[in-house]
């Protein structure tokens, strides 16, 4: 085991895990991406960790230096790849805010439009892709519906939104009964 951390962990990815399974390293944030990986490896041999639920993978320090040693699993979008993902996107809020006409687009027909929508379904953790797909799903021509895929952590980020927006939204309550007013 050579205990060295890849490189295809992100700084932002090691401070999540320092911060999910709450290790006890001065400074996390502060230290620069290699120094972090150092305190991170030294952790980790010398302190036990708890499983938790977003890596079932995972029960132990060593586990998760194995995991830490190997490439990261799902590497995303590179930057180009992510800004013409975007761009597709984009045409499709613009067919869809333009009342669904294929005229008023530089597509040609539905189907090139259906496998765009599916090629932009695949990046749900990305917004204007949700956004996309969204209006998309709202077209009667697409018979189909396409279903977004979005990660488990973006998901939970998305209704914990939805539910501090619901907390804050004013409620109307009515209540019945007799009720005594007194003016003095």
């Known amino acids: 085991m050579t205990n060295k951390i890849d490189k295809s962990f992100t700084k932002k990815d090691l401070l999540e895990l320092v911060d999910l399974y709450e290790m006890d390293i001065d400074d996390a944030f502060a230290l620069p991406k290699a120094n972090l990986q150092a305190e991170l490896v030294s952790y980790l041999k010398y302190n036990p960790i708890s ?39 984009k045409k499709l809020i613009h067919y869809c805010r333009s009342s669904f006409c294929l005229s008023l687009t530089e597509y040609n027909s539905i189907d090139e439009i259906y496998e765009d929508g599916l090629k932009v379904a695949k990046h749900g953790d990305i917004p204007t892709c949700r956004r996309a797909i969204t209006e998309l799903n709202n077209d009667n021509k697409i018979r189909n519906k396409i279903q977004l895929i979005i990660s488990p952590k ?31």
Do not use: C, W
């Open 51 to 89: 499983p938790k639920s977003e890596h079932l993978e995972i029960n132990n320090s060593d586990d998760l230096l194995r995991h830490l040693e190997n490439t990261k699993p799902n590497i995303g979008l590179n930057y180009k790849e992510k800004q013409d993902m975007i761009h597709t996107a």
């Open 154 to 184: 973006v998901q939970d980020t998305i209704e914990s939104k939805q539910k501090q927006k619901l907390e804050l939204t004013p409620v109307f309550k009515l209540s019945k009964g007799f009720h005594h007013i007194v003016f003095e």
